[in-house]
Each structure stands twice: as structure tokens, then as C-alpha cells.
């Protein structure tokens, strides 16, 4: 038993997701995932802004292996703040076959994030979206992003379509690879070839350390799952046509915070093909971009 009271409004995550008919090509990762606790286990931090049912490791690896994914990226979850422990153990029970973006404060040692690095953690994650975190201020975040670069780690960030003009310049600046989460939470109610879209285009296209994760279908559209999502596929295609080579593909399980409905995460399989329409640029999705990413070594 969790000692912690999950929110009264949280949506657990889909019990039995359906049998994707698109089957994914043998190695294929699931490069944007998290665990929760279990909370008795691996506390939530005390600054989170939400407390989640748990969502464990093995739990993670069952919904691997039932969608007919081989690995996954297990990306630190903002309920467990800085506190790493519950991600840590996750890759240390992986076999090998789950890598991890941690946050990290700007007082982390050397020590520390070497231990990271041999747990399997490849990266951090920068957040800046407001009902999640207080962000850190930009000179913190400075002080992360050139203690990491030493170790070839890259940056996360996470930022809604809204807040890019304002942060664009603080992104361009950054010395490592930066991946960005949910092609950052583009409004699909707006046209595919407007501004807010153009310029997150402009942020991949003059910048070749970005990269884009083309998921979250089920946050970012506007006619939801009796509409399949439809909405926002022509948004994630140009991203993967334009910029096959530094894109993702993540489920994220167990889907934190979704309030209007929980995902089936085989229907978000089944997104797969519309997205990235050929076979080619599957692979391309789903083993080559993530594996030179996250298992170079
Ligand atoms: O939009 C969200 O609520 C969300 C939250 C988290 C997290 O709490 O880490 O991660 C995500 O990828 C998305």
C-alpha cells in the first residue's frame, strides 16, 4: 500500500490497452515512458504538483513486451522531483534494456552523475511547463547542461507551443544535443503551415542538435480518441518526414495528468504507421534515432 493519497482526479492507467495491429519492427524502443514509485517504496517528492497512482518497473516492462517493444527510456517523472532512486532502480532491473533521462539539480557532483551514467542514465530533463515544476532559473540550468556535456549526455525540454518565443534563444544556446518532449505541445486547432508551428519547424530545421519526440497524441489533439487522433498526425508526419533522423517514438505510460480520458496505448501503436508511413522511416523511429541516442556504447 502507497502511504501517499493519490489525487482524487487521477486517471489510472489503461488496464487492458488492445492488441495493436501494427506490429513494430523487432527492436523497436519506447523512448518517452516513466514509473511511478510504487510510492511506499520510492517516495514522491515533496515539491510534486500532482501524486500519481503507481506505476512500476515491472508493470512497464509487461506493457513492453505486450505492445512487442524490446526497449524503453524511462524519462524522470516530475512527481519524484530530483530524487532519482525509483528511475535508477527501474534501469538497474532492466537487463540492459531501459536507458533513463534523470533531473538533476545544479549542485550534483561528478560522483553522482557518473553514477548515473553507469545505472544507464544518458540525459536530464529540463522542464518549463508550469502546472508541473517551478523551473529552474536559466543560469541553474546553464550550470546542468555543462556539467553533463562532458559525459556526451543530452537535454530534454519540455515546454508548451505558447512559451517557445521566449525560451527559443535560452534552447539555441545550449552546448549538447536537445530533445525536445511532445513536439512541443503544438495547438492543432491552429493552421499546420502558421507561425506557432513554423517556428518550432525553424528551431529542427536551423539547429541540427534538435531533435523532436512525435508523441503524446492524446494530450495535443483536439478531437481526442473518437477522432483517432486525427488532428495530429499531419503535424507529427512533417516532423518525421522533414527530420527523419532525429525523431522519436514513446508511449508515455503511464500517462500522468491526462483528464479527459486514458489512452489506449495500442491504439497509440496503431498512430505509428500514419505518422511515419513508411518502412523506412519506422526504423528509422523506432530503433536507429534511439539507439544511437541511448545505446552508442
Ligand atoms: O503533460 C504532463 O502532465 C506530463 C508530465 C510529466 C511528468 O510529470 O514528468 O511528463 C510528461 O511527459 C508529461
Known sequence: MSQFVVDADWLHWHQSP???DFKVPEGAVDAHCHVFGPGDQFPFAPQRKYTPCDASKDQLWALRDYLGFSRNVIVQATCHGADNRALVDALNHSN???RGVATVTESITD?????LHEAGVRGVRFNFVKRLVDALPFDALKVIADKIKPLGWHIVIYFEAQELPELYDFFTALPTTVVVDHMGRPDVSKPLDGPEFALFLKLLAENENFWSKVSCPERISKVGPTGSYE????FARTVVERFPDRVL??????HPNMK???PDDGHLVDMIPKIAPTEALQKKLLIDNPMRLYWAD
Open 231 to 234: 488532428d495530429v498526425v499531419p
Open 111 to 115: 560522483e553522482a552523475l557518473q553514477s
Open 18 to 20: 488492445s492488441v495493436p
Open 96 to 98: 540492459g534494456l531501459a
Open 249 to 254: 517514438w514513446g508511449t508515455d505510460w503511464p
Open 260 to 262: 479527459s480520458h486514458m
